[in-house]
Every structure is written in structure tokens, then in C-alpha cells.
T-cell receptor, first 114, second 113 residues
Framework: EAQVTQNPRYLITVTGKKLTVTCSQN?????MSWYRQDPGLGLRQIYY???????DKGDVPEGYKVSRKEKRNFPLILESPSPNQTSLYFC?????????????FGPGTRLTVL | GESVGLHLPTLSVQEGDNSIINCAYS??????FIWYKQESGKGPQFIID?????DKRQGQRVTVLLNKTVKHLSLQIAATQPGDSAVYFC????????????FGTGTRLTIIP
């Protein structure tokens, strides 16, 4: 089944404790992206990747890192999480990231930073 | 399930009726638009898209209308069903080849049995 998977689905952590949210897709998509979703603000893009070893900032990259060492995986790294990073995070992928390429979203990761 | 938004515009529609969800965009250079559906506890799911050189596109039970003059987009759902209850987002891309989707804040649609 074609899908985007994220782990963990739920995470509660404390300020400053490094964490990684994994994202994997099995559709051989070149484009992958991370979004955060907050009440009243919709989905905002954090980082995206057009292909392996190619990443770029989205609208809200501060406090986040990503890597794209292989096509299927695009982990989101929070080196020193803060409470304002409490949010619902979605990973997405599409064939080439172009208009007309459907973006497929993962199920989401609910992160709480205390 | 996950709480998508606490202060979303809401629309309640009787089962079997048609529903219209509206979206305003601000960038006149936007040239590609998409509607997504997000059910509780799930990620957004593609419904239908439209390019700026069109003003209407139809899918199965859904129609998207684009009015570039007033920068307005709408999603019409015919004969609504309980499974249509969800939050609906419009999203836009400025420039083909630009990979970034810009999402609206969403509308919560509730179907009344």
C-alpha cells in the first residue's frame, strides 16, 4: 500500500531534550516536506526536499533541522525543543513536488514540549 | 482524534443537501489551487485541484470554482454524506515549479443526519 508513515504518533518531551520524528514513504517520490499545524494558522511548511541531499527552508524553519540521505526517509530533528514547538506535525511527499503532483500526507505526530 | 483547529469557521449541512465551502486567496500570482480534506486523527487528503487557466473543474460529487477577479475559490459537495464531515483546506501554489503549498486555515464541515 502506498503510504507515508511517521513515528512516533504522539510524543511528550521536556524543553531542551533532542528528538527526531521519522518520516518514510514507499512511493519512490523525489519530493518530501514537513508541515506543522496549529489552531487558527493552518498548515505551515517547515522544510522541504526536492531530492536526496537537497533540502530547503519553508516558512517556519527556525528550531528545526532535516536531512535527506536516502530517497525514502526525511527525518525532522529538534535539537533543543521549546514549548512553542508544541504542535501537530505532518510529513508529505509527492512525485516531483510540482503543481499537479498530488501531495500525500502522513498521519501526523502530536508533539508536546513541556 | 486530533483537534485540527479550535476556532475554525464552521458549516453545518443536512445530510443529502449540497454544501459550498469558500476560500479567499490574496496572491494574484497564484496559479494552482488544491482542496484537501482532513478527517479527525488523519493527515490532509487530496480532493480536487484546478489551474488558474480554468474557472471550473468537476470530480466525483465535488466541483471547484475559481474566480480570479475576486480571488475566490469554492468547493461544492453534492448530496453530502456523513463521511463528508471533516475540515476542508484550500491551498495554493505560486508559480509552477514552486514546490511550496500555502494553506488556508480551513473550514469545519459537519453533516447533520
Amino acid at each position: 500500500e502506498a503510504q507515508v508513515t511517521q513515528n512516533p504518533r504522539y510524543l511528550i518531551t521536556v524543553t531542551g531534550k533532542k528528538l527526531t520524528v521519522t518520516c518514510s514513504q514507499n512511493m519512490n517520490h523525489e519530493y518530501m516536506s514537513w508541515y506543522r499545524q496549529d489552531p487558527g494558522l493552518g498548515l505551515r511548511q517547515i522544510y522541504y526536499s526536492m531530492n536526496v541531499e537537497v533540502t530547503d527552508k519553508g516558512d517556519v524553519p527556525e528550531g528545526y533541522k532535516v536531512s535527506r540521505k536516502e530517497k525514502r526517509n526525511f527525518p525532522l530533528i529538534l535539537e533543543s525543543p521549546s514549548p512553542n514547538q508544541t504542535s501537530l506535525y505532518f510529513c508529505a511527499s509527492s512525485l516531483q513536488g510540482r503543481a499537479g503532483d498530488t501531495q500525500y500526507f502522513g498521519p501526523g505526530t502530536r508533539l508536546t514540549v513541556l | 482524534g486530533e483537534s485540527v483547529g479550535l476556532h475554525l469557521p464552521t458549516l453545518s449541512v443536512q445530510e443529502g443537501d449540497n454544501s459550498i465551502i469558500n476560500c479567499a486567496y490574496s496572491n494574484s500570482a497564484s496559479d494552482y489551487f488544491i482542496w484537501y480534506k482532513q478527517e479527525s486523527g488523519k493527515g490532509p487528503q487530496f480532493i480536487i485541484d484546478i489551474r488558474s487557466n480554468m474557472d471550473k473543474r468537476q470530480g466525483q460529487r465535488v466541483t471547484v470554482l475559481l474566480n480570479k477577479t475576486v480571488k475566490h475559490l469554492s468547493l461544492q459537495i453534492a448530496a453530502t454524506q456523513p463521511g463528508d464531515s471533516a475540515v476542508y483546506f484550500c491551498a495554493e501554489i505560486v508559480n509552477f515549479g514552486n514546490e511550496k503549498l500555502t494553506f488556508g486555515t480551513g473550514t469545519r464541515l459537519t453533516i447533520i443526519p
